[in-house]
């Protein structure tokens, strides 16, 4: 599965699920979809890049130690050589 965030004719954002890009081609091409908000089927994706679902979460963000809570800046594990 791949999800691409659209932008319908009238500036609504959304995001929609698709089994493969040529999917989404397909149902682009024959206007089977609409926007959620207006059922505006003059649908184009976004520009923001696609992700894919793998089924693992995105990895939380880590700081220079490794750790997550270190994320911030402020790294927490920063003990002395
Ligand atoms: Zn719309």
């Given at each position: 599965m791949?999800?691409?965030?659209?932008r319908c004719g009238q500036g609504?954002?959304?995001?929609e699920w698709f089994a493969s890009r040529a999917d989404y081609?397909?149902?682009?091409?024959a206007a089977a979809i609409a926007c959620p908000t207006c059922g505006d089927v003059h649908v184009t994706r976004a520009l923001s890049a696609p992700r894919i679902n793998s089924g693992a979460t995105a990895p939380a963000p880590v700081g220079p130690c490794g750790l997550p809570a270190c994320a911030g800046g402020a790294c927490q594990a920063?003990?002395?050589?």
């Open positions: 791949i999800v691409f965030d659209l609504h954002a959304f995001e081609d397909a149902k682009a091409a920063a003990l002395p050589q």
